[in-house]
């Protein structure tokens, strides 16, 4: 049934592309105002650009993550999506693969214009940078789904995603420019193995309330 | 429904915890030690404390409370999670204002990124989202799940947050005064008796609050 839902998720962005072009737009727009802002000063770039990058997926996922579950609200969707007969915590995890897909995908978009804008080099360890990359997508998303489902059927959701979102998210946004400015400047694993940690965790414990949470979040 | 105030337990209660705390303020101005190099300042922490475990108590009630609701459906729950977010997030708001009163003269400046005090911040945001989900949450019944399960998410990050601001930047000064057990009695006294006094004023409150919000409920059903 994940994989039914799964699919279904991917099948409405696959049709309409409404979702990831918006988010690479989204992504490039920040990161073109980060060089303005930057004066390009090296020193200020090299010192900030893990910052940069996060920061930027982090409003990228924002708006994303909010496009995804909008969709649900048209034609009300969602009421017959939990009248199905199925464990609504697939719904959540459903959601949350599908994020991390699309945040992935603009990632992998955004990610030269953004080495190229700030002019910055690529970190010496692809692989280890592409690992702890999708490690903090996954947490990212975990949270941005689960505040996504508190937040998605009042009023105001488009200004209580943010508001939710960005504080709870901020032990992962403090990680990751960690992890990243490790890998960056190729600092051995120990130095930032307590923030790869620290993102475990709360995929954990995220994916775990949205689990058991999500079947009261949506009930009508 | 009987007034709150015309229970024989409820006056005593509120007369007992005024007393209480009267004799707490002036026993803090007058009997609790100057210590040296920080002077009046110290004596904010008989405050900030209390006020922070009184904030971080009612944040777990209404975790508690949350859970409580989400299994039950029972509206007791969910008025005593209300009140217990609004009292905590006012004794919330007193540690973020006494906290930079106490580091301005101590540290030099109000905000130095200390832990517990950005844990507490980070949190406060949090709740100010959790009464916008309650004044915008739409339909009743689903904006009291969401915000049970809100308050649920809030206080199981509280060791994350705070870990990973602690991790963040350790060189960072923490509180000067960590380890409790090693104060001398006469700043440890008062400070317990502080302790306890705050804690029987949220009793005191929270009872108060939630008669208020039942009340409040049972009005708007009437109309």
Redesign the interface.
Known sequence: MFLVLLKKELFIELRSKELILSMVVFGIAIVLAFSFSSNLSRAVVINYASGMFWITVLFVSALGVHRSFAYEKEYDAFSMLVTAPIDRGLIFLAKWVSGFIYLTLMEILIIFPFFKFLMIDYPSNILIAISTTLLVNLGIMAVANLVSGIAMRSNLSEILLPILFFPLVSPIIIAATKISTGVMLNESYGVWEIWVLIVGSIIIISGLAGYALFDYLVEE | MTNYFQKRINQWSLSVIIILFIINILNIIYNTPMVPDQHWAQKIFYVHVPSAWVGFLSYFIVMISGFMY?TSRDNRWDNIGLAASEIGTFFISLVLITGPIWATPIWGQPWVWEPRLVTTL??F??Y??YF??RA????IE??K??A???G???F??VP??F???Q??SPDIQSHPQVEMTEQPSEILSPFIFSLIVFTMLYTVMIRYRVYVIHLNNGMNEDV
Do not use: D, E, P
Not at chain 2, 136 to 139: D, N, W
């Open positions: 989400l980070i949190l945001l949090i100010i989202g916008m989900i915008y949450g739409g339909y689903r904006m799940r969401n049970a399960a809100l649920i998410v809030a199981i990050n994350i947050i870990l990973s601001v991790f963040w």
